[in-house]
Structures are given as C-alpha cells and as structure tokens.
C-alpha cells in the first residue's frame, strides 16, 4: 500500500505559478503510473497528467504546454509544475499513485 501527500497548493495570480508535491511512502518502487487530477465543485474529477515508472507522460488538452509532470524516484516524489495559470485552473488537485489517491489540496489562481 502507498500513501500519498501533496504540498505546493495555495494562491496565485493568473500568470504565475505553481509547484505541487506528492510524496509516497511505502512501496513506491511498484507504483507503475502516478498523476495528478483535478476537481472543482459540482464536477467530475477530470486527468490533468500522468507519468509512467519509465517516465512516459500524457497531459489533457487544456494544461498541454503549460503544465509539466515528473518524478523524482531517489525522491519518491511526483511534481506537477504549473505555469501560466488561468483562473479556470482553480480546483483541488489530487496525486494519484495506480489506484491510491491523496487527500487533495486546493489551488486557487485570481483573475
């Protein structure tokens, strides 16, 4: 089993940025995908990006070219690097390791 804690949320203005942390403790060394979704009220959770163990990414449309994923496996950490943030950004982001997910953290970005 693997635990998950995500950091780096907050308050931003749109067109800044922001770093988002989830550390795993326990079996990382298994985890095959981790990535990062998002949830704003009364909507589903949507994929923002994933990376594989070998370090394969996917991204959804709307983050593609803005947002960066990466793992750091000395670390057992996963970052999501979030630049040029728009105010449609706002949501809570959740880490997810294979079918193990965080507690969420909240990132707000102002107009």
């Known amino acids: 089993q693997v635990q998950l804690v995500e950091s780096g949320g907050g308050l931003a203005q749109a067109g800044e940025s922001l770093r988002l942390s989830c550390a795993a403790s326990g079996r990382f060394f298994l985890i095959i995908r981790m990535g990062w979704y998002r949830q704003t009220p009364g909507n589903q959770r949507e994929l923002v990006a994933t990376i594989t163990r070998g370090g394969a990414t996917t991204y959804s449309d709307s983050v593609k070219g803005r947002f960066t994923i990466s793992r750091d496996n000395t670390k057992n950490t996963v970052y999501l690097q979030m630049n040029n943030l728009k105010h449609e950004d706002s949501a809570v982001y959740y880490c997810?390791?294979?079918?193990?997910w965080g507690q969420g953290i909240q990132v707000t970005v102002s107009a």
């Open positions: 997810t390791a294979d079918a193990e």
